[in-house]
């Protein structure tokens, strides 16, 4: 049986884990949104003037 240290190392290291994912999948999202918003506001200022 596994002490509870070893268990709690790897549940520490199985949520630090999911944390990085969804934290680089947003910083993704926000790049990619960075990098398309140029082109998306000269169309959203010629509509508007």
Do not use: C, Q, Y
């Amino acid at each position: 049986m596994a002490s509870i240290k070893s268990i709690g190392k790897i549940f520490l290291f199985i949520v630090g884990g999911l944390a990085a994912i969804i934290v680089g999948s947003f910083m993704i999202r926000g790049t990619m949104h960075m990098w398309d918003n140029p082109e998306d506001h000269k169309t959203r200022t010629k509509d508007k003037n």
